[in-house]
């Protein structure tokens, strides 16, 4: 059964400081992974979906990385912004099951002013 | 884009009644949806998948019968909680594909909040 696993669980840095928000997970058979940004009491906004495939991926100040060898992906935040401030989710997508996300629990972000 | 719309965005009700939550996509049409249950601080968990004129598929340890998934048309599916209790309150989230493609991503809608008191 897929674990994914977010390090850390809360992260506060003041403004335009960089973030790197961490991602493992345990079964390296996976067809996708994405990052997901979500506000408090709201749904998930896509940000990155990043092929098994692929190395990475990239949208404006945001980088993610992907090694499946290694079961690790990583989220860099360019020069954060308070607007920046949620919680961001990792998922996998199954080999077989595409559609079926795995969720880690999130890392919490807090961009000071 | 894609936009996926949730009804109600919270609800309270009474133990043992039943609550139904509505999830649809308003600009295109999606064969399958998938209902999330999210508790505080947790991660997302998937409940179930929802094909349109199918039955819904459940993950293992949710029961069928308590949450009934109707996939009615291409651009709307029900989650009814039903004979809910306070261990049923959480944040129910639904998402839709737009395409069928394993490059497609999911569209969440804004999740609906359910308090069983």
């Known amino acids: 059964k897929q674990e994914v696993t977010q390090i850390p669980a809360a992260l506060s840095v003041p403004e335009g400081e960089n973030l790197v928000l961490n991602c493992s997970f345990t079964d390296s058979a996976i067809y996708n992974l994405q990052w997901f940004r979500q506000d408090p009491g709201k749904g998930l906004t896509s940000l990155l979906l990043?092929?098994?495939?692929?190395r990475e991926q990239t949208s404006g100040r945001l980088n993610a990385s992907l090694d499946k060898s290694s079961g690790r992906s990583t989220l860099y935040i360019a020069a954060s912004q308070p607007g920046d401030s949620a919680t961001y989710l990792c998922?996998?997508?199954?080999?077989?099951?595409?559609?079926?996300?795995?969720f880690g629990a999130g890392t919490q972000v807090v961009v000071t002013p | 884009g894609a936009v996926v719309s949730q009804h109600p965005s919270w609800v309270i009700c009474k133990s043992g009644t039943s609550v139904k939550i509505e999830c649809r996509s308003l600009?295109?049409?999606?064969?399958?949806m998938f209902w999330y249950r999210q508790f505080p601080k947790q991660s997302l968990m998937l409940m179930a998948t929802s094909n349109e004129g199918s039955k819904a598929t459940y993950e293992q340890g949710v029961e069928k019968d308590k949450f009934l998934i109707n996939h009615a048309s291409l651009t709307l599916s029900t989650l009814t909680v039903t004979s809910a209790h306070p261990e049923d309150s959480s944040f129910y989230i639904c998402?839709?594909?737009?395409?069928?493609?394993?490059?497609?991503?999911?569209?969440f809608g804004p999740g609906t909040r359910l308090t069983v008191l």
């Open positions: 998402s839709a594909f737009k395409g069928g493609s394993s490059t497609d991503t999911q569209y």
């Open positions: 990043i092929q098994s495939s692929q």
């Open positions: 600009d295109f049409q999606a064969t399958t």
């Open positions: 998922a996998t997508s199954p080999g077989v099951s595409w559609g079926k996300l795995q």
